[in-house]
Nanobody
Framework: QVQLVESGGGLVQAGGSLRVSCEASGRTFSIYDMGWYRQAPGKEREFVAAISRDGGNTYYADSVKGRFTISKDNAKNTVYLQMNSLKPEDTAIYYC?????????????????WGQGTQVTVSS
């Protein structure tokens, strides 16, 4: 399995933008679909977005559709989540995950290991 390190979180005002990144170790990054998940205080971790191994297909949770964009750079072993029009309810720790069949599963039950996450805080 790949090892994942998330970064780029921070504090932003409502309506603002932020891009978080997830860098993977290993030379097999290109065989994995990738996904972003988030966990708010006191809540279960939830699916946010997924992208196919070649970056050609994406899938989003309804709560972020039209505001967030997931992208993947296989040359850099990195997946990104561009977050626009942020809302206070987007506040959470954001995690990524690697799974060869993640998009097919619509992000359900990702099989990869979790990184440490990156905190995103949106102030009102």
């Amino acid at each position: 399995q790949v090892q994942l390190v998330e970064s780029g979180g921070g504090l932003v005002q409502a309506g603002g933008s932020l891009r978080v990144s997830c860098e993977a170790s290993g030379r097999t990054f290109s065989i994995y679909d990738m996904g972003w998940y988030r966990q708010a205080p006191g809540k279960e971790r939830e699916f946010v977005a997924a992208i196919s191994r070649d970056g050609g297909n994406t899938y989003y949770a309804d709560s972020v559709k039209g505001r967030f964009t997931i992208s993947k750079d296989n040359a850099k072993n990195t997946v990104y989540l561009q977050m626009n029009s942020l809302k206070p309810e987007d506040t959470a720790i954001y995690y990524c995950n690697a799974d060869p069949f993640l998009l097919r599963k619509r992000g359900i039950n990702p099989r990869g290991s979790w990184g440490q996450g990156t905190q995103v805080t949106v102030s009102s």
